[in-house]
């Protein structure tokens, strides 16, 4: 069974950083991609970033760049989102989500979700 | 920036049928697939159809996906309303950077 558990969300104040984590099981981490998504309380889903296979390729949404660094450990079936500078308007549940195939763009499984709140 | 256009909120009585259109802001739609998720309150999206009109096992034939070229949308047709198709309702699609892009959800009230 696929599972993907994410950990890491808590409280932050604005400016300040937290690195998300999302365990894969149940399949080849190895052999796909990877991104995350996010949901701020009552509102609709964004996409944050994408990572491949190997991670040679990243792609982020312009909301975060330059502020948030996606990352696999393929010998450790894991996924990181490290979030720095973080605002206000950051505060979302984040959820890891796998891309049905390679060179598909879409999402076919989804972890439960971690919730970042950044508020002082 | 490529967008993606629903409405807001959609209602329809049980047994009825309901479509929530996607409209694309540039391009054209047909031109990269449109999948289709619901959501209900407190847990993670799943998908009801990939690939324009293709439906995951496990999804009902009542959820069926479309491509409308003339008018740039895509739409989300579930027939038979049941009250547990209660949900929001997201299309995505992706832009020409590969980033992935959602549309902003419809809200599925069955009364």
């Known amino acids: 069974e696929v599972q993907l558990v994410e950990s890491g969300g808590g409280l932050v104040q604005p400016g300040g950083s937290l690195r998300l984590s999302c365990a894969a099981s149940g399949f080849t981490f190895s052999s796909y991609e990877m991104n995350w998504v996010r949901q701020a309380p009552g509102k609709g889903l964004e996409w944050v970033s994408y990572?491949?296979?190997?991670?040679?390729?990243?792609y982020y949404a312009d909301s975060v760049k330059g502020r948030f660094t996606i990352s696999r450990d393929n010998a450790k079936n894991s996924l990181y989102l490290q979030m720095n500078s973080l605002r206000a308007e950051d505060t979302a549940v984040y959820y890891c989500?796998?891309?049905?195939?390679?060179?598909?763009?879409?999402?076919?499984?989804w972890g439960q979700g971690t919730l970042v709140t950044v508020s002082s | 920036n490529f967008m993606l256009t629903q409405p807001h909120s959609v209602s329809e009585s049980p047994g009825k049928t309901v479509t929530i259109s996607c409209t694309g802001s540039?391009?054209?739609?047909?031109?990269?697939?449109v999948q289709w998720y619901q959501q209900r309150p407190g847990s993670a999206p799943t998908t009801v159809i990939y690939e324009d009109n293709q439906r995951p096992s496990g999804v009902p034939d009542r959820f069926s996906g479309s491509i409308d070229s003339s008018s740039n949308s895509a739409s989300l047709t579930i027939s038979g309303l049941k009250t547990e198709d209660e949900a929001d309702y997201y299309c995505?699609?992706?832009?020409?950077?590969?980033?992935?892009?959602f549309g902003g959800g419809t809200k599925l009230t069955v009364l």
């Open positions: 989500a796998r891309d049905r195939s390679s060179g598909w763009f879409d999402f076919d499984y």
């Open positions: 990572i491949s296979s190997s991670g040679s390729t990243i």
């Open positions: 540039s391009g054209s739609i047909a031109s990269n697939y």
């Open positions: 995505q699609s992706y832009d020409s950077s590969n980033h992935r892009v």
